[in-house]
């Protein structure tokens, strides 16, 4: 990166690791410097929570305001319906508006936790395009904003052409997807001034179109800015575990769970996590990232434990770190692991250890359950499971009990009442 910015946000951006690319960055460098910038970041509603993936955008909206700026988070209730094609080899399967709003309700939970909302003219708004997407008069849209896209250049974009490359096929319903997207940007520049959105680079070809579509209805100059792609440094894709989504909500993911997703980081990640996810200074980052051996797994617990606090609260995080040490260093049980609480008559005469390891979450499946006893990966009260067929009753259930699949992962289970 040869610019070398005046504004703060722009700075940050550059320095902590989150820039990929800038529409205009003299230009947006000016205009931050100048006053307060509103900016937005667009979710869609297609699951109950946002997952990790989508954390390196909510900190850019964060710092956005902690530099003097405005976030305006968008939530996708009108696009939603069509789905973004963008990089994908299939369409998303539809959902209902209901669930749609469902999906929205659980979302906004998390963002409270990262920017401060009110009237204040850097305080954070939270808007939904279903309010102006879902009133638009088809033909009334084609002839004031379609015509000002072009086919050819719709399928020159890389999101587009990717897909037709592989002959895989796009609906005309997807293919919508972007101009309603840049009319997005168009409207809440209209509407509210917004002079920046960000987004993934997978959303460059949505940003230039919002741009351009801006330029040419209202002669507005906006700007747009996207953060890269994450992978961890073995290649998988950021958000993911073994277990599947690193899901945002503490009703999907309990906080233990989230800051074990974060003490677990590659060595090779730590520095790079630690100027994405946390506010520590660049220099700490850079040292505690450089430390190797035993001394690095102190620095993913420096992680584990930013990263935790601002989505869930200190409490949490230092409650986390208790049961980490405790379970990991001492051999206890620990008081804020995953907990499955069974009823007596869910209990009944006894319970399959293999059902339990499934709805536990250790296991996605009993088939996997089963290949984990197998293989030598599953313990109960840290003693080996070798019988795949152990009933587990009352009696065992008379103190909480401990599973565990392999040396990182463990819950509870106890019997209510």
Request: net charge negative; with cysteine.
């Amino acid at each position: 990166m040869t610019y070398h910015p005046k504004s703060e946000f722009l700075s940050v951006m550059i320095d902590r690791g989150f820039l990929a690319d800038c529409t205009d960055y003299q230009g947006l460098d000016e205009a931050l410097a100048k006053g307060v910038v509103p900016g937005y970041i667009g979710f869609d509603a297609t699951a109950s929570s946002l997952h990790v993936g989508s954390l390196i955008q909510i900190m850019m909206l964060r710092w956005l305001q902690k530099t003097g700026h405005k976030p305006i988070v968008l939530m996708g209730g009108g696009t939603t319906k069509v789905g973004d094609p963008s990089f994908r080899a299939d369409e998303r399967p539809l959902l209902s508006p209901e669930k749609i709003d469902e999906n929205i309700a659980g979302i906004r939970q998390v963002f409270s936790h990262y920017v401060e909302f009110g009237e204040a003219a850097s305080d954070a708004i939270i808007l939904n395009n279903a309010e102006w997407l879902d009133g638009l008069n088809y033909l009334d849209f084609l002839r004031d904003v379609g015509r000002h896209f072009s086919v050819n250049r719709m399928l020159a974009f890389e999101s587009v052409k990717s897909r037709l490359d592989r002959e895989q096929s796009l609906s005309f319903l997807e293919f919508n997807y972007m101009i309603l997207q840049a009319y997005d940007f168009l409207e809440l520049h209209r509407r509210y001034g917004c002079l920046l959105q960000m987004g993934g680079s997978d959303q460059w070809g949505n940003i230039v179109n919002g741009i351009d579509l801006t330029r040419r209805i209202l002669d507005g100059q906006i700007f747009g800015l996207t953060s890269p792609l994450l992978t961890t440094s073995d290649g998988k894709k950021m958000g993911k575990s073994q277990d599947g989504a690193v899901w945002l909500n503490k009703d999907l993911l309990s906080a233990y769970e989230f800051w074990q997703f974060w003490r677990n980081t590659t060595d090779a990640d730590v520095g790079r996590f630690l100027k994405l996810y946390t506010e520590l200074a660049i220099e700490d980052c850079d040292r505690l990232g450089a430390l190797e051996g035993s001394e690095i797994n102190e620095a993913k617990i420096t992680l584990a434990n930013e990263v935790t606090t601002l989505l869930h609260g200190a409490d949490a995080a230092k409650a986390a770190e208790t049961t980490a040490r405790e379970v990991f260093e001492k051999g206890g049980t620990g008081e804020d692991l995953p907990t499955l609480s069974l009823s007596a008559s869910e209990l009944g005469d006894g319970i399959s250890v293999v059902q339990l390891i499934v709805r536990s979450g250790l296991a996605g499946s009993g088939k996997e359950a089963k290949r984990l006893i197998a293989e030598g990966g599953a313990k109960v009260d840290d003693a080996q499971l070798t019988d795949a067929g152990m009933l587990v009753t009352a009696d065992q259930l008379a103190e909480p009990l401990k599973l565990s699949a392999g040396k990182k992962r463990h819950a509870l289970v106890r019997l209510e009442g």
